[in-house]
C-alpha cells in the first residue's frame, strides 16, 4: 500500500493517530498504519504486549479456536517463521506469538507501556483528539483508535462480606504473573464460563479440596488438544491465505465447511452418527459443522442440549453431580458454549465437590469461607473466574468525549448506536476495531478485517481531503436495526436466562441488548468491503476533494 503525507505536525506529542491497548487488535492496527507511513502511538496498561493474553494468565488458559485461524495471515513475514506447538495453543505460547509478531514487525518502538489512558476529548476547532494519559500527560492525534478488545474490563461480584476473607483472593482475568501455589490448599471458584471451565482440570490434581460454585452450567463441548508436527506447519503455512479466505466466508469466521441440512430434517439415526462425530472433533466443530440449523431452529437446538445432557450423565459418574452439571432452562448456544479440555471428567475426583448456588446465591464470603444457606465452606483460598463487561466495559470506564461535550458512556445509556461496530455518530475520527455492534465470531479474523478496513478508511480520508471520518445517525439506526432483528431470530435471543455477556446480562444493571452481531460475520465483512468500494457512505458527510 503507498504511503501517506498527512501534513500533520511532527513534535513529540502529536501523532496522525494514537492507539489504545497492544493486543491482537492494537498490533494490528499500528502495522497497517506504519505500512501507510503514518506517525503512530499505541498506550498499553500492561508492560508488554499481549492484551487479554497478558493479563489471562491463570492455570490452563487456552485458545477455544484451533491455532491456523487464532493468528493472523497478513504478514508473511509472521507466518513463515512461527511455528505453533498445540491445536489449541495455550496462554504462554499465544502471549510469545504477540511478542514475535511485535518483535517482527518493528512495532515496539512506537508502543508505550505502563500507560493508561484517562480521557480523550475531540478538538472540534482543530478536528484533533487530545489524549490524557493517567500520568498527566496529554497528546493530539487527528485519529483515535480503540484497540482495548471484547474482553478486556473484568466482572467483580459484589459478595456480601468479601472484604472479611482472610485467605487469599484471585481473578482469572488478573493473574499474578509470577503464578499462584494452590498445592494443598483448599479452593473455591465463584464463575463457570470459559475462564472456570478452563481452569478446574489444571487445578484440580494439586488442590487439596475444589469448591466449585454454579450458579449457571454451561453446555461445554470436548476438545481434543494434540501437537503440531512440521508437517501439519508446512501445509498451513503453504495456505494461509486460503484459510483466511474461506473463513471469511463463514458466519463464525473459520475455516470450516458448512453443513447443508438441519438436525430436525434427518433421521434419529443420522442425527446421532453426526452429533457424535462432532464431538469427536471437539470444540467449534460440533456447533458448527454438525447441522445448518441449530442456532435457529428450536427443535433442532433441542436435539443438539439434549445429546450434550447426555453426554454429561455418561461422563459424571456421580448422578446428582451429573444433574446439576446438565443446563436444562437455557438452550444450547444460549451462551457462548466453552470448550473444555477434561472438565467433566474432573467431577468424577473426590476431592471436587460442586455446589449449587442457582436456587439463593452466595449468602455471604466469611473471614473462613463461603456460606449457601446452612452450609458453610471453609477455604484457603477464592478465585474469581467471573467474566467481563464485555464489548462496552472498556469503552465506557475511560471518558472518551466527542462532539459538545457528549461521553461516549452516556451515548450509550439508551441503547447501544454504532456504524458497522465501527464509528459512532458526534465522535469523528474515531474508530474501533472489535467495537460493540461487530460479529459474533472468532475474533482474530475479525480483527484481521477491521484493522484492514480502518486503514483504508483513513487512506480514504487523508487522500480525499476529508476532515472528518464520522458515522451518520440514519447509518446508525440501520444497524441498530440490523443487529436487532439479526439477534432475535436466533436462539441467542434466549440467552438472558444463561446470564450471557453478548447480551449484557451477566453484569447487573447493563441494558438487555445485543452487544454483538448475530446475522454472521460472512454478511457483515461482505457489507462492510461494499462501504469502502462505495466511498464509505454512511462514514462522512464532506464533499470529496476535486479530482487534480
Given at each position: 500500500?503507498?504511503?501517506?503525507?498527512?501534513?500533520?505536525?511532527?513534535?513529540?506529542?502529536?501523532?496522525?493517530?494514537?492507539?489504545?491497548?497492544?493486543?491482537?487488535?492494537?498490533?494490528?492496527?499500528?502495522?497497517?498504519?506504519?505500512?501507510?507511513?503514518?506517525?503512530?502511538?499505541?498506550?498499553?496498561?500492561?508492560?508488554?504486549?499481549?492484551?487479554?493474553?497478558?493479563?489471562?494468565?491463570?492455570?490452563?488458559?487456552?485458545?477455544?479456536?484451533?491455532?491456523?485461524?487464532?493468528?493472523?495471515?497478513?504478514?508473511?513475514?509472521?507466518?513463515?517463521?512461527?511455528?505453533?506447538?498445540?491445536?489449541?495453543?495455550?496462554?504462554?505460547?499465544?502471549?510469545?506469538?504477540?511478542?514475535?509478531?511485535?518483535?517482527?514487525?518493528?512495532?515496539?518502538?512506537?508502543?508505550?507501556?505502563?500507560?493508561?489512558?484517562?480521557?480523550?476529548?475531540?478538538?472540534?476547532?482543530?478536528?484533533?483528539w487530545h489524549v490524557t494519559t493517567d500520568q498527566g500527560e496529554t497528546y493530539t492525534a487527528r485519529y483515535l483508535i480503540s484497540g482495548m478488545g471484547v474482553l478486556?474490563?473484568?466482572?467483580?461480584?459484589?459478595?456480601?462480606?468479601?472484604?472479611?476473607?482472610?485467605?487469599?483472593?484471585?481473578?482469572?482475568?488478573?493473574?499474578?504473573?509470577?503464578?499462584?501455589?494452590?498445592?494443598?490448599?483448599?479452593?473455591?471458584?465463584?464463575?463457570?464460563?470459559?475462564?472456570?471451565?478452563q481452569i478446574v482440570p489444571v487445578i484440580a490434581p494439586v488442590v487439596k479440596d475444589l469448591f466449585v460454585f454454579q450458579r449457571t452450567p454451561n453446555y461445554v463441548?470436548?476438545?481434543?488438544?494434540?501437537?503440531?508436527?512440521?508437517?501439519w506447519m508446512t501445509q498451513i503455512r503453504a495456505n494461509y491465505d486460503d484459510i483466511h479466505k474461506q473463513a471469511t466466508a463463514h458466519g463464525f469466521a473459520v475455516?470450516?465447511?458448512?453443513?447443508?441440512?438441519?438436525?430436525?430434517?434427518?433421521?434419529?439415526?443420522?442425527?446421532?452418527?453426526?452429533?457424535?462425530?462432532?464431538?469427536?472433533?471437539?470444540?467449534?466443530?460440533?456447533?458448527?459443522?454438525?447441522?445448518?440449523?441449530?442456532?435457529?431452529?428450536?427443535?433442532?437446538?433441542?436435539?443438539?442440549?439434549?445429546?450434550?445432557?447426555?453426554?454429561?450423565?455418561?461422563?459424571?459418574?456421580?448422578?446428582?453431580?451429573?444433574?446439576?452439571?446438565?443446563?436444562?432452562?437455557?438452550?444450547?448456544?444460549?451462551?457462548?458454549?466453552?470448550?473444555?479440555?477434561?472438565?467433566?471428567?474432573?467431577?468424577?475426583?473426590?476431592?471436587?465437590?460442586?455446589?449449587?448456588?442457582?436456587?439463593?446465591?452466595?449468602?455471604?464470603?466469611?473471614?473462613?469461607?463461603?456460606?449457601?444457606?446452612?452450609?458453610?465452606?471453609?477455604?484457603?483460598?477464592?478465585?474469581?473466574?467471573?467474566?467481563?463487561?464485555?464489548?462496552?466495559?472498556?469503552?465506557?470506564?475511560?471518558?472518551?468525549?466527542?462532539?459538545?461535550?457528549?461521553?461516549?458512556?452516556?451515548?450509550?445509556?439508551?441503547?447501544?448506536?454504532?456504524?458497522?461496530?465501527?464509528?459512532?455518530?458526534?465522535?469523528?475520527?474515531?474508530?474501533?476495531?472489535?467495537?460493540?455492534?461487530?460479529?459474533?465470531?472468532?475474533?482474530?479474523?475479525?480483527?484481521?478485517?477491521?484493522?484492514?478496513?480502518?486503514?483504508?478508511?483513513?487512506?480514504?480520508?487523508?487522500?480525499?481531503?476529508?476532515?472528518?471520518?464520522?458515522?451518520?445517525?440514519?447509518?446508525?439506526?440501520?444497524?441498530?436495526?440490523?443487529?436487532?432483528?439479526?439477534?432475535?431470530?436466533?436462539?441467542?435471543?434466549?440467552?438472558?436466562?444463561?446470564?450471557?455477556?453478548?447480551?449484557?446480562?451477566?453484569?447487573?444493571?447493563?441494558?438487555?441488548?445485543?452487544?454483538?452481531?448475530?446475522?454472521?460475520?460472512?454478511?457483515?465483512?461482505?457489507?462492510?468491503?461494499?462501504?469502502?468500494?462505495?466511498?464509505?457512505?454512511?462514514?462522512?458527510?464532506?464533499?470529496?476533494?476535486?479530482?487534480?
Amino acid at each position: 500500500m503507498s504511503k501517506l503525507t498527512t501534513g500533520a505536525a511532527t513534535s513529540g506529542t502529536h501523532y496522525d493517530a494514537v492507539i489504545i491497548g497492544a493486543g491482537f487488535s492494537g498490533l494490528g492496527m499500528l502495522h497497517h498504519l506504519n505500512e501507510l507511513g503514518m506517525r503512530s502511538r499505541v498506550f498499553e496498561a500492561a508492560s508488554g504486549v499481549g492484551g487479554t493474553w497478558f493479563w489471562n494468565r491463570y492455570p490452563g488458559a487456552r485458545t477455544d479456536s484451533e491455532f491456523y485461524y487464532y493468528s493472523f495471515s497478513f504478514s508473511r513475514e509472521v507466518r513463515e517463521e512461527w511455528k505453533w506447538s498445540e491445536r489449541y495453543p495455550a496462554q504462554p505460547e499465544v502471549l510469545r506469538y504477540l511478542e514475535f509478531v511485535a518483535q517482527k514487525l518493528d512495532l515496539n518502538k512506537d508502543i508505550a507501556f505502563n500507560t493508561k489512558i484517562s480521557r480523550a476529548q475531540f478538538d472540534e476547532d482543530a478536528n484533533l483528539w487530545h489524549v490524557t494519559t493517567d500520568q498527566g500527560e496529554t497528546y493530539t492525534a487527528r485519529y483515535l483508535i480503540s484497540g482495548m478488545g471484547v474482553l478486556s474490563t473484568p466482572s467483580v461480584p459484589n459478595i456480601k462480606g468479601v472484604q472479611s476473607f482472610k485467605g487469599s483472593i484471585y481473578q482469572t482475568a488478573t493473574w499474578p504473573k509470577e503464578g499462584v501455589d494452590l498445592t494443598g490448599k483448599r479452593v473455591g471458584l465463584i464463575g463457570v464460563g470459559a475462564s472456570g471451565v478452563q481452569i478446574v482440570p489444571v487445578i484440580a490434581p494439586v488442590v487439596k479440596d475444589l469448591f466449585v460454585f454454579q450458579r449457571t452450567p454451561n453446555y461445554v463441548v470436548a476438545s481434543s488438544n494434540y501437537a503440531v508436527d512440521d508437517e501439519w506447519m508446512t501445509q498451513i503455512r503453504a495456505n494461509y491465505d486460503d484459510i483466511h479466505k474461506q473463513a471469511t466466508a463463514h458466519g463464525f469466521a473459520v475455516p470450516f465447511a458448512k453443513p447443508s441440512v438441519g438436525a430436525k430434517d434427518v433421521s434419529a439415526q443420522e442425527r446421532e452418527r453426526v452429533f457424535e462425530a462432532g464431538w469427536k472433533e471437539g470444540g467449534f466443530h460440533f456447533m458448527l459443522e454438525t447441522f445448518n440449523d441449530l442456532a435457529t431452529n428450536e427443535e433442532s437446538n433441542a436435539y443438539a442440549s439434549d445429546f450434550i445432557r447426555q453426554k454429561i450423565r455418561e461422563t459424571v459418574k456421580d448422578p446428582l453431580k451429573a444433574e446439576l452439571l446438565c443446563p436444562k432452562d437455557y438452550p444450547f448456544n444460549g451462551k457462548r458454549p466453552p470448550g473444555g479440555h477434561g472438565y467433566y471428567e474432573t467431577f468424577n475426583r473426590d476431592n471436587v465437590h460442586l455446589v449449587d448456588i442457582r436456587p439463593n446465591g452466595i449468602d455471604e464470603i466469611t473471614a473462613t469461607g463461603v456460606r449457601v444457606g446452612d452450609q458453610h465452606v471453609e477455604l484457603d483460598v477464592l478465585i474469581f473466574a467471573t467474566g467481563f463487561d464485555a464489548m462496552t466495559g472498556a469503552l465506557t470506564r475511560i471518558d472518551i468525549v466527542g462532539r459538545d461535550g457528549l461521553v461516549l458512556r452516556d451515548k450509550w445509556k439508551d441503547g447501544l448506536k454504532t456504524n458497522m461496530g465501527l464509528a459512532v455518530n458526534g465522535f469523528p475520527n474515531f474508530f474501533m476495531i472489535l467495537g460493540p455492534q461487530t460479529p459474533y465470531a472468532n475474533l482474530p479474523v475479525a480483527i484481521q478485517e477491521a484493522v484492514g478496513w480502518v486503514s483504508r478508511a483513513v487512506a480514504f480520508a487523508e487522500t480525499n481531503g476529508i476532515a472528518c471520518m464520522e458515522s451518520s445517525v440514519e447509518a446508525e439506526n440501520a444497524w441498530a436495526h440490523e443487529v436487532h432483528r439479526a439477534g432475535s431470530a436466533t436462539i441467542m435471543a434466549q440467552g438472558g436466562a444463561a446470564h450471557a455477556w453478548f447480551l449484557g446480562a451477566n453484569i447487573p444493571g447493563k441494558a438487555r441488548e445485543f452487544n454483538v452481531y448475530m446475522g454472521g460475520a460472512d454478511v457483515y465483512f461482505k457489507q462492510c468491503t461494499e462501504i469502502a468500494e462505495n466511498g464509505f457512505v454512511g462514514f462522512h458527510e464532506a464533499a470529496l476533494a476535486p479530482a487534480g
